[in-house]
């Protein structure tokens, strides 16, 4: 009778810990623990029932444990996180960004308590490994940072053009003094070149991938280069808009790159005095988008509500103040055909 009853104890002892293994197979440690358990009351010599009553009641603190770590993930699904670069004030820059993160969370929410937040990175290669450990869900960008994370980096995906101040893309555009030697791009071969910033897109990889396809090579003022020509533009950072025009009127720098947003804020003066020897393709400014393994339903959902934004007085409010935006809209040419552009662009910029 008491040998029935210890079997039937047993028994119910082992169905407990494999339904605690099947449930909580997902997790490799409890996995572990779980079938271990198992091995041990299946090995077990002893007939002890305190012993069998210490093992169910360890049983059930894996569960307990289990439940435990599984709950920040929970409490992060409840939050969406935008992703921001900047090496300004902190606090300025997430004030900025925070009722457009609020707003898309309560447009998220559908009967689920979603909170939003901003999450300010230094660089780029910061965001792409908060991105990379799911600090960060989706985040806004120019073209050459979005190429460096979603393609270099791999760690997320465009969904979003952004239009900015009105405007959807922007071009590049490469000038010199106005009466100067420089008339055409070709009396540009030994000259020096002035680009704006290493990391800019408008003041540096488009215009220099826009030459470099045309023929031209590059080398570095600031370096010794061996091998090269006499042919070569020699190009340097000017590091802001106001050096980049100074330079070129001082003749520090044949000509200069900038964008056409610079230019359409140059003071009238200064806009006399230099003229345009060519113009670049144009890019979106802007890009949105979200990380590689961010839920599919999720990143739907964002991407109509982001595309709707603008179409209410809130949502264009709240647009204004996130960084003068003016609305987004689905990528004109395609993620595919947009990732090989800037892929060519970039490339060959970094190239020469």
Same mark, same amino acid.
Request: glycine content about 4%; some cysteine.
């Given at each position: ?124 290669? +910061?965001?792409? %490994? /908060?991105?990379?450990? @799911? ?5 806004? !960008?120019? #073209?050459?940072? &979005? ?33 100067? +030697?420089?008339? %055409? /791009?070709?009396?540009? @071969? ?5 680009? !704006?910033? #290493?990391?800019? &897109? ?151």
């Amino acid at each position: 009778m008491q040998c029935a009853r210890f079997l039937d104890q047993f028994g119910v002892l082992v169905l407990f810990a494999k339904v605690i293994f099947n449930y909580y197979k997902n997790s490799m440690q409890l996995e572990v623990h779980a079938s271990l358990l198992v091995d041990i009351i299946m090995r077990r010599q002893t007939r002890d029932l305190s012993v069998l009553a210490a093992i169910a009641a360890l049983v059930c603190g894996f569960a307990v444990a289990s439940a435990e770590a599984q709950a920040p993930e929970k409490m992060k699904a409840q939050t969406v996180s935008l992703g921001i670069v900047t090496q300004l004030d902190r606090t300025r820059m997430a004030d900025q960004f925070s009722d457009f993160v609020r707003y898309v969370a309560a447009k998220l929410s559908s009967g689920s308590d979603i909170k939003g937040k901003v999450v300010i990175a230094a660089t780029s290669f +910061e965001l792409a %490994r /908060l991105i990379e450990q @799911r600090q960060v869900d989706f985040y806004m !960008e120019s #073209p050459y940072p &979005t190429h460096l994370i979603n393609n270099v980096q791999g760690v997320a995906k465009l969904r979003l053009r952004r239009w900015k101040g009105g405007k959807a893309e922007y071009q590049s555009l490469i000038f010199t003094k106005r009466d100067g +030697e420089i008339n %055409r /791009l070709d009396d540009l @071969r030994g000259k020096v070149l002035a680009f !704006e910033d #290493p990391e800019s &897109t408008s003041g540096h990889f488009l215009p220099k991938s826009f030459l470099i396809r045309k023929g031209f090579k590059f080398t570095d003022k600031n370096r010794y280069d061996l091998y090269a020509s006499p042919t070569d533009i020699g190009y340097l950072f000017a590091y802001s808009q106001e050096n980049l025009v100074n330079w070129v009127l001082t003749k520090k720098a044949a000509a200069a790159a900038f964008s056409d947003d610079d230019y359409a804020r140059l003071e009238k003066k200064k806009r006399s005095d230099i003229i345009i020897l060519a113009e670049t393709e144009r890019l979106p400014r802007h890009f949105l988008s979200v990380r590689k393994d961010f839920s599919p339903a999720l990143a739907d959902r964002l991407e109509k509500i982001l595309v709707s934004m603008h179409e209410n007085e809130q949502g264009r409010r709240i647009l204004k103040k996130t960084d003068d935006t003016t609305k987004f809209d689905l990528l004109p040419e395609g993620d595919a055909a947009l990732q090989r552009r800037l892929s060519e662009i970039f490339h060959s910029a970094k190239k020469n």
